[in-house]
Structure formats: C-alpha cells, structure tokens
C-alpha cells in the first residue's frame, strides 16, 4: 500500500509500540513518526529498535528505544515512566508484541503454547495495565485517545495446527469488543487489526507448508500496509472509532 496520509497529522502525540523491532511494529513506529508523533519503541531486541529509532531521527522524527520486556510487570512499569519523562503522557498505544509458534497440539510443545500465551495475551494485558491510566487521562483533557491490537483472521478461521495461537488471537479480538464498552464511554477509541498473510518474521519460528506455499503463491500484505492502517485508524476524528478491520491480501482465499 502507498502512503495515502500526508502531513503531520500525529503533531502532538505520544505513541508507544510493542514488538517494534520488527515486521508490523517497526513499520508502525515509522509510520506514525513520519506523521508527527514522538514515538517510544519497545522491544526486547535493543539493537534492533536502536537502529529503528536513529533511522526515525535522522528522518526528522522524534523517538526513544526502550528495551522491554512486556512479558514483565516491572519491565512496562519503568519503561512508562521513562516514556512519560522523556516524552511526555502517552495517547497512542499499539500493544503488538506477539510471537507465532505452530504444531500439532499432540506435538505436546508445552513451552511453545506458554511462549504464545505469556506474549500475546499476557503482554497485551501488561502493555494495557501500563498505559491505561494515561490514556483515560488524554480523553479527559479533550485529545485524542487510541488503543489499538493487533489480532488476526487467525481468531475466526480454522487453521490447522494454529490452536493456541488462534486462540490467543480470538482472546485479542473479544477483549478489544469488551473494552471498548468500557473506554468508549470515556472517549477512548479502542480497535483492533486482524490482518491475514503479512511477509514478516513472524512465521519464520515455524512456517507450516499453507502459509509458506502462500508467501510464494500471491501478492500477500507487506507491515507497511498495516501501518498505514494502524495510522488511519488514529488521525480519523476523534468522534469515530474503527472498531475492528480485517486486512487482507487481495488473492487470499481462506
């Protein structure tokens, strides 16, 4: 997809991405950086966000690494404190750290099952829990407000050997439809991307044949695409909230 936002729109904001050392998440913070915003990226990967960040800087945009772990409390804890001193109060927040681990579920690769739970679904609650507070605060100072997750078409369709990764993902789905009843109400715009075949390093822990016959077979989505989604959803009027918006290749059938 082309950029089709121009300007700086984001002039003003402070956002925070997860899994911004790669793929969807580094695509992301370059995208907002480039539309205005002070942007914080977390990852555990340091060098990889460094060279993010010096990348954004050196554009003219405005952005810290921040080595994290979302899978830890304490970790999120300080690194939104960190975020909030150097930055400023957070407004924008794209938990998207997430890991893809694929297997028969006889397989029994209990490690890989805790490794998608403890990333996908309990990174996200850390993530929430760290910037919650800060983002109820913005909507009552009359800015805009935006939380957004990264779920997957993973979360409604039957994919063999993707059970507990689709199941984190169903997880991600139903809890944006549920906070948003209650963030909503406090003008938080709460949303969620389910996007399909996205070339990022995601399969590579463990590709199974359908999605690596897929990446050879159609023109499938590039993380750019579902930034510039990720970045529309935050510069539409604060009034309107995109809820959930499903990204997919065009050729992709399933």
Same mark, same amino acid.
């Given at each position: 997809?082309?950029?089709?936002?121009?300007?700086?729109?984001?002039?003003?904001?402070?956002?925070?991405?997860?899994?911004?050392?790669?793929?969807?998440?580094? %695509?992301?913070?370059?995208?907002?950086?480039?539309?205005?915003?002070?942007?914080?990226?977390?990852?555990?990967?340091?060098?990889?966000?460094? =060279?993010?960040?010096?990348? @954004?800087?050196?554009?003219?945009?405005?952005?810290?690494?921040?080595?994290?772990?979302?899978?830890?409390? +304490?970790?999120?804890?300080?690194?939104?404190?960190? !975020?909030?001193?150097?930055?400023?109060?957070?407004?924008?927040?794209?938990?998207?750290?997430?890991?893809?681990?694929? =297997?028969?579920?006889?397989?029994?690769?209990?490690?890989?099952?805790?490794?998608? @739970?403890? $990333? +996908?679904?309990?990174?996200?609650?850390?993530?929430?829990?760290?910037?919650?507070?800060?983002?109820?605060?913005? %909507?009552?100072?009359?800015?805009?407000?935006?939380? @957004?997750?990264?779920?997957?078409?993973?979360?409604?369709?039957?994919?063999?050997?993707?059970?507990?990764?689709?199941?984190?993902?169903?997880?991600?789905?139903?809890?944006?439809? $549920?906070?948003?009843?209650?963030?909503?109400?406090?003008?938080?715009? #709460?949303?969620?991307?389910?996007?399909?075949?996205?070339?990022?390093?995601?399969?590579?822990?463990?590709?199974?044949?359908?999605?690596?016959?897929?990446?050879?077979? !159609?023109?499938? $989505?590039?993380?750019?695409? #579902?930034?510039?989604?990720?970045?529309?959803?935050?510069?539409?009027?604060?009034?309107?909230?995109? +809820?959930?918006?499903?990204?997919?290749?065009?050729?992709?059938? @399933?």
């Amino acid at each position: 997809m082309s950029q089709v936002l121009t300007g700086t729109p984001l002039t003003g904001r402070v956002a925070v991405v997860t899994g911004a050392s790669s793929g969807i998440g580094e %695509a992301t913070a370059e995208r907002l950086a480039q539309l205005g915003a002070k942007v914080a990226l977390l990852a555990r990967r340091n060098d990889r966000i460094t =060279s993010t960040t010096d990348r @954004i800087t050196a554009a003219g945009g405005t952005a810290i690494a921040v080595p994290t772990d979302v899978t830890d409390r +304490n970790s999120l804890k300080a690194a939104a404190d960190r !975020i909030t001193t150097e930055l400023g109060p957070v407004d924008l927040v794209f938990p998207n750290a997430g890991v893809q681990l694929i =297997s028969e579920v006889v397989d029994l690769k209990v490690d890989d099952w805790d490794a998608q @739970i403890d $990333l +996908n679904i309990k990174g996200v609650m850390n993530t929430i829990e760290a910037f919650v507070e800060s983002l109820v605060q913005a %909507a009552a100072d009359g800015k805009p407000a935006d939380l @957004i997750t990264t779920s997957s078409i993973a979360a409604t369709r039957v994919l063999e050997k993707f059970q507990v990764y689709s199941g984190t993902k169903a997880y991600i789905s139903q809890l944006t439809r $549920l906070l948003r009843t209650e963030l909503g109400r406090k003008n938080v715009r #709460v949303a969620t991307i389910e996007p399909g075949m996205v070339d990022t390093e995601l399969p590579d822990h463990d590709a199974s044949k359908l999605m690596a016959d897929l990446i050879d077979q !159609i023109d499938v $989505l590039q993380s750019e695409d #579902v930034a510039e989604t990720v970045a529309f959803l935050t510069v539409v009027p604060k009034h309107v909230n995109l +809820n959930e918006i499903t990204i997919l290749p065009t050729a992709q059938a @399933i």
